[in-house]
C-alpha cells in the first residue's frame, strides 16, 4: 500500500497559510482598536462596535481553521507513519 501524500501536504499547507493569513489580518485591525472605553460618544461607540464585530468574525474564522488544520496534520502524520509501518513489515520479493 503505497499512497502518494504530496496533494493533501500542499492541502495541508495551504490551510495552514489561510491560518498565518487570519493571524496577520486580526493583527492588522487589531492595531487600530482604541483601548478606552467610550460611552457616551456616539462615532468612537460606534466605531468600536464595528471593530470588535470584525474581531469576532476573524477570530471565529481562525479557531475554526486551526483545528482543520491541527486535526489534518494530525491525519496526515498517522497516515505516513501507518504507510511507513506497512512497508517496512512486508516481506522482501524475490529473495
Known sequence: MNINLMPFIVLWIVLATIVIALIVRRRMVSS???DTLHVLQGAPVAHQAVLANKLDQI??????FTVIVVV?????????LYQTWVQSTQL???A
Open 92 to 94: 522482501p520479493t524475490g
Open 72 to 80: 489534518f496534520g494530525l491525519l496526515l502524520g498517522a497516515a505516513y
Open 32 to 34: 487600530h482598536e482604541d
Open 59 to 64: 477570530d471565529k474564522w481562525g479557531k475554526i
